[in-house]
């Protein structure tokens, strides 16, 4: 069986990237994005080796490339950022996981602002070193203007699921709920998340393994925050990417397992 179910999106990251990293794409005023200056200055390798990045790199719709370096004590313990315009202003954000020596990862996002690639916000870090969080979603999950982010924090630890909106200025966090996990400690795949709506009632539900990856959660957004629409025991623990399926009458998630195999989830 493949170690993988679903390629992943975006294409190689240029010389000077990351050995494991991505180019993200966009249509808005940021192009390409790609992590650079690869570095062993923080010896966690919670993503599969101790090579993590020490820059953020963007193209623009003009062509030109803006770099933003971090300070010795911090990297982006990722592979590949994720361009969305959050709040609705017609500006791209870029949406990172940025991590510290002394206190571990936080979610960051950058823009361009007077031509230079800035800091626009960011979460508290966890607070303690070697602590890591995974971005689930960034999508309209409670169906208000803009777009939500949805992360598990120390998702190898009992990781809580918290989701964050953006208002152009701040991070604020709208909601938290215990006992996730989107990760396999020392693996590469991040995307063990999917959004659709399941429920066909026009809001998008996220799915996400619990905490020991052997159930599937279904997680929607109802009158007063986030609520559990559905738990799914599964034969062995989820490793691979979840992946949304819609072909030959078949609409659903396929799962890979740590055995394996295939799972199917459907209605």
């Known amino acids: 069986m493949p170690s993988e179910i679903s390629k992943e999106p975006g294409k190689r990251t240029p010389p000077g990237g990351l050995p494991d990293g991505r180019v993200a794409s966009g249509s808005g005023d940021i192009r390409e994005a ?4 690869p ?3 923080y010896a966690h390798a919670v993503l599969g ?3 993590e990045a020490g820059e953020l790199v963007v193209r ?3 062509g030109t490339v803006l770099t933003l370096s971090l300070p010795e004590n911090q990297v982006f313990e990722d592979r590949t950022p994720r361009l969305a315009d959050l709040d609705g202003d017609g500006l791209t954000e870029v949406i990172t996981i940025r991590a510290g020596q002394a206190v571990g990862a936080a979610v960051v996002i950058y823009g361009i602002r007077e031509g230079r690639l800035v800091e626009l916000a960011a979460t508290d870090p966890i607070g303690r070193a070697n602590r890591w969080l995974n971005i689930a979603a960034i999508h309209d999950l409670d169906g208000r203007p803009g777009l939500e982010i949805a992360y598990v924090r120390t998702p190898h630890i009992g990781g809580t699921l918290i989701f964050l909106s953006f208002d152009g200025r701040r991070l604020k966090q709208l ?3 215990e006992g996730f996990s989107n990760h396999v400690i020392g693996s590469r795949e991040l995307r063990l998340s999917a959004v659709a709506d399941i429920d066909g009632d026009g809001r998008l539900e996220l799915a996400l393994p619990s905490k020991d990856r052997r159930t599937l959660r279904i997680v929607g957004w109802g009158p007063s925050g986030p609520v ?3 738990t799914i025991p599964l034969p ?6 979840i992946v949304l399926q819609n072909t030959n009458g078949f609409k659903g998630f396929v799962l890979g397992l740590d055995d394996g195999r295939f799972y199917e989830v459907s209605r």
């Open 34 to 37: 790609w992590y650079g200056a």
């Open 236 to 241: 062995t623990r989820i490793d691979k990417a």
């Open 39 to 41: 570095t062993e200055r």
């Open 228 to 230: 559990n629409r559905e």
């Open 175 to 177: 909601a938290a709920m």
């Open 49 to 51: 080796d101790a090579i």
């Open 60 to 62: 623009t719709r003009s």
